[in-house]
């Protein structure tokens, strides 16, 4: 268990730690924009930075609406919705390295992922059927 004074710290270091991350995103750009890199790569790469940005914007929300004494529950809907659509492309891009024989049954954790679809169909499925009145 992590002792007041190391939560203090990890809490200090925070921001120097978000400045060192910024900062080595800048200098990721320039190589990215001078250098030659696969389409696949930069797709992750896009993913991966899109989902840290929905991240800190959600908390930077959070964290507005309590300083205004206002309900950040209201954010939950949005939230829902965001990680919907980053499920949804993370989907299609599973469905195409499935095409592509970029995964197999010998991929880890793939079976793990096919029980969570299987679940999750489960679930929508009552949402989508049309009531036969």
Known sequence: MESSGEHQSSAQSIPARLQAATDELL???????????????LSEFRSAVDSIRQTTWAIQQWTDLQQ?????????DK????????????AKDLTTDLESLELGLETKGLADLF?????????LTPLFKKDPD
């Open 27 to 41: 200098a990721l750009e320039q190589l990215v924009v001078s250098g030659d890199t696969s389409p696949r790569v």
């Open 68 to 76: 205004r004494h206002q309900d950040p529950y209201s954010l939950l």
């Open 79 to 90: 939230l829902s919705e965001e990680r919907v659509r980053r499920a949804t492309k993370i």
């Open 115 to 123: 029980h969570a679809i299987e679940g999750l169909y489960q679930r």
